[in-house]
């Protein structure tokens, strides 16, 4: 490394803040306005966006974000909670399109050519600059905020161009190797729903009889074990205390626990029952649940069945989410006493297998993603640092 380029970053980007909006600015469709909440960590969500009318973005040319800036956030969390809310998250935005960028998010635009785009977002997103980010955030009601100036004065290596473009070509190739996996699952998830609504909506049988969920369903309501016995270090049992781990379609691998109270069985369907109600995940294998998951197991072992029947009850679990409490939650009464219609286990039984091809495609998807995201993960420091060099 000691042959790389040593500087600060404003001597290669510059950052340009974010508008701030009024809330009176905002529509329901005009041009997208990305916020805080859209940019997470390597990537940018595009759902529940915030719209501007045209004549306002035309007079707001200024914060309009060019396909290839890098967006940074500037308010956020500390490391204590998930990497999607910290601070400093770093995103290259390769959307095409008309965007503005609001508030407390910034655009690192380089003023230096030639300079790889990639290799910086890759730079900047690696645990190392994370936790810079993260040391350097003045804390404020909760919140956590870094400034211009401090972003701008971290330092950098640079090595050359050539090797700029050869690292970045390394990391992109496993990045969209686990994006192309992840939209396969999205599209294999909603050929199963589809599926779903065909057998058990469309071609309902009315003499199907009515019931409760419980009927149909074995819950298991989680209990935290003794928080003296919560570990980081893989000792005891993996350990789910709410919907803080759930990702796609199983959680994230965080906790342990040596005293598990509640267990979830490989496969089991994971729900949250405590704000906010009704996420859902699945468990990859045995695991303790903590107060805020529940277990749900069909009776017969249908594990496909399940987790569609589950999320089919989402305006059931919507409901407990909105009773009058500050904090929605569920208990197992209620829980198991959620009104449904029972189908036969002939039908049951076609669509689980049916199924359950859709979903071996998921878990196998799953697996090879958390394989690729761990290579990566152990890649970009050690490219970043030199200690792993690309043949050029």
């Known amino acids: 490394m000691s042959a790389w380029k040593e500087c600060k970053l404003g001597d290669v980007a510059k950052l340009i803040n974010g508008f701030a909006f009024k809330g009176s600015d905002f529509l329901n469709s005009g ?11 390597g990537k940018i969500l595009l759902d529940n ?15 309009l974000i060019n396909s290839s800036d890098i967006l940074i956030t500037m308010s956020g969390n500390r490391s204590d909670g998930s990497p999607d809310s ?3 998250k770093v995103s290259l935005f390769k ?31 690696s645990m190392e600059y994370q936790q810079h980010f993260i040391n350097l955030a003045n804390s404020s009601g909760g919140q956590a905020n870094i400034s211009p100036e401090t972003i701008l004065n971290t330092k950098i290596g640079l090595p050359s161009l050539a090797e700029q473009r050869a690292i970045a070509g390394v990391l992109s190739s496993l990045d969209d190797k686990i994006d192309l996996l992840h939209r396969q699952n999205k599209t294999l998830e909603g050929m199963a729903e589809a599926l779903w609504r065909k057998m058990f909506v469309e071609e309902a049988d009315p003499g199907w009889k009515k019931g409760k969920l419980g009927d149909e369903m074995d819950i298991t309501m989680g209990q935290s074990p003794p928080g003296n016995s919560y570990n980081e270090e893989k000792q005891g049992m993996l350990f789910f205390q709410g919907r803080a781990e759930f990702r796609f379609r199983f959680p994230e691998a965080r906790l342990y626990c040596t005293e598990p109270k509640r267990i979830a069985k490989r496969y089991d369907t994971l729900v949250s029952v405590r704000a906010p109600v009704g996420d859902i995940n699945m468990a990859s294998e045995e695991c303790c649940i903590g107060r805020g998951v529940a277990a749900v197991r069909h009776k017969n072992g249908f594990v496909s069945y399940t987790i569609y029947k589950i999320k089919s009850l989402k305006d059931d679990f919507d409901s407990f989410e909105q009773q009058g409490t500050v904090f929605g939650s569920i208990g197992k009464e209620d829980f198991n006493g ?15 297998g049916m199924a359950k091809a859709l979903d071996d495609k998921i878990f196998k998807n799953s697996f090879q993603i958390r394989t690729l995201s761990r290579l990566r993960d152990t890649l970009l420091p050690k490219l970043m640092s030199g200690e792993v060099r690309v043949k050029l």
Do not use: C, H, M
Request: avoid cysteine.
């Open 31 to 41: 041009v997208p306005v990305i916020k805080i909440k859209n940019v997470k960590p």
């Open 95 to 125: 959307v095409k399109g008309q965007y503005l960028l609001n508030q407390r998010v910034g655009i690192l635009r380089p003023i230096i050519n030639p300079i790889s785009i990639e290799y910086l977002a890759f730079l900047l997103s």
């Open 49 to 63: 966006l915030s719209y501007v009318s045209v004549l306002t973005a035309s007079e707001k040319e200024k914060y």
């Open 86 to 88: 910290w601070v400093g």
């Open 338 to 352: 959620i009104d449904t219609i029972v189908p036969g286990l002939r039908i049951v039984e076609q669509f689980d």
